[in-house]
């Protein structure tokens, strides 16, 4: 196993790491200091670190693929910052748009995704809600927001969001452990079609796997569910301890997951009949770890407070 080193320390965030196709890596450091500090770490394989742009508190970061390149969108406090793929330039920004009075709910944005044949960026928010941008190149452009049904009172906030193309339809995991089904429309706003119950607590990562839908949960199980259906098939006992990264191959089926156990397994699910192998378990550090992606043939992992992204050869 091998490192790379990172400018600064990666902080304790669900889903810590993004990468890429083309090798760009992201980690986030979130500063104690409210004067600021936080800021974004990037690495490019075969070159040196760099420090990124300085943020305000952040919750989620991925790479989303569009038809003219990568983009990264980091998700936090203040909004959602839409970059480049090396974080030299912002091309777009959502603002929080919550004017709700309560003080003691941390208002932000979490989990993104794409929508391809549409180009829509999907953006998750503490009120349950769904924020949409158009990104068909070489703008970016706003559209309405998408709320949760009318028949709940009180939505949790989204923990992550998916895109399943199976279905064509959008999936947010929530706080509070349910998952909302949002029907895409070319003519946002999406419509909150269905809400399935929740099965586990605390949901850390929701992605499509193929006909299947898979969330990790913190205390520790991966469920597999029917994408059509939203029943239950499979339920793992994935980590000793609490979950705190998934990342996921759907053209390959395979599942990389890390917890505070210090292991990383990695999974993979048989797109026919949904079989899941465990194809690789180590212990990568005596450090939290914080961060997964896979990239080619290998696995890369950031732990709490510490510079060093582990390579674990597949």
């Known amino acids: 196993m091998t490192t790379l080193t990172l400018s600064g320390t990666a902080s304790l965030l669900h889903n810590n790491l993004a990468c890429s196709t ?3 890596v992201a980690t986030i450091h979130n500063s104690v200091n409210d004067a600021g500090g936080s800021r974004i770490l990037l690495n490019k394989f075969g070159a040196q670190s760099k420090d990124g742009p300085e943020i305000i508190l952040a919750m989620s970061l991925r790479y989303i693929d569009l038809p003219s390149g990568p983009v990264l969108v980091v998700s936090s406090t203040n909004g959602t910052q839409i970059y480049n793929e090396d974080a030299t330039a912002l091309l777009f920004f959502v603002p929080i748009n919550d004017l709700a009075a309560d003080t003691d709910k941390l208002k932000h944005h979490q989990g993104t ?13 503490s009120k349950g809600s769904l924020m949409l941008v158009q990104a068909t190149a070489p703008d970016f452009i706003a559209l309405p927001e998408c709320m949760p049904s009318q028949s709940d009172l009180e939505c949790s906030g989204v923990a992550d969001v998916c895109f399943c193309a ?4 959008v999936v947010s995991a929530h706080s509070s452990g349910e ?4 029907t895409v429309s070319e003519l946002a706003p999406y419509e909150n079609a269905h809400v399935v119950p929740a099965v586990g607590q605390a949901p850390v990562r929701v992605a499509a796997l193929g006909a299947r839908l898979l969330v990790a949960y913190g205390p520790g199980t991966i469920c597999l ?3 059509a259906s939203y029943e239950l098939q ?4 994935a980590h000793a301890r609490w979950v ?7 053209d390959l089926g395979f599942v990389a997951s890390v917890g505070e156990d210090t292991a990383l397994n990695v999974w993979t699910v048989d797109a026919g009949t949904g079989q899941v192998a465990l194809q690789h378990t180590s212990v990568v550090t005596d450090k939290l770890l914080t961060g997964v992606a896979m990239f080619g043939s290998e696995v890369l992992v950031s732990s709490y407070d510490s510079c060093d992204l582990c390579r674990v050869g597949l």
């Not at 199976?166 to 339809?169: A, G, K, L, Y």
């Not at 998952?179 to 949002?182: E, F, G, K, M, S």
Request: glycine residues 6%; proline residues 3%.
């Open 22 to 24: 083309s090798g760009w």
């Open 113 to 125: 995704c794409l929508v391809p044949h549409l180009q829509h960026i999907v953006v998750g928010t």
């Open 166 to 169: 199976s279905t064509n339809q």
């Open 179 to 182: 998952l909302r089904v949002w």
């Open 225 to 227: 569910f029917d994408a």
């Open 234 to 237: 499979v339920e793992i006992s």
């Open 244 to 250: 705190t990264a998934v990342d996921v191959r759907e």
